[in-house]
């Protein structure tokens, strides 16, 4: 499975954008996926997983009720839909796919999002 993120960018604090992951291999609508994000100086952390039938999200504390993941495997796609950004969610964001009872095995290139205050 190869993961390719996209969709990120530079937007004031209070705006939205919307990740996207596109997979390659039908093999992906057997994966769970999840974002994931790297500020400067921080370590990663886990944003926002769903399971491979896009169902049971779990969220980040801090970006709960302003994010929400999504997966659509008729398009072998993931999305994170970012609303009321902050400057704190400034970081490389990173898309993951992950087979049950495995390791996140499976990483895109990561997509900058930059919020500005």
């Known amino acids: 499975v190869q993961l390719q993120a996209s969709g990120g960018g530079l937007v004031q604090a209070g705006g939205s954008l919307r990740l996207s992951c596109a997979a390659s291999?039908?093999?992906?609508?057997?994966?769970?996926a999840g974002w994931f994000r790297q500020a400067p100086g921080k370590e990663r952390e886990e944003v926002a997983t769903?399971?491979?039938?896009?169902?049971?999200?779990v969220y980040l504390d801090s970006v709960k009720g302003r994010f929400t993941i999504s997966k659509d495997n008729t398009k072998n796609t993931v999305y994170l839909q970012m609303n009321s950004l902050k400057p704190e969610d400034t970081a490389v964001y990173y898309c993951?796919?992950?087979?049950?009872?495995?390791?996140?095995?499976?990483w895109g290139q990561g997509t900058q999002v930059t919020v500005s205050s």
């Open positions: 769903v399971t491979w039938t896009g169902s049971n999200p």
């Open positions: 993951a796919a992950q087979r049950v009872g495995q390791v996140w095995g499976y």
């Open positions: 291999g039908r093999a992906f609508r057997s994966y769970s």
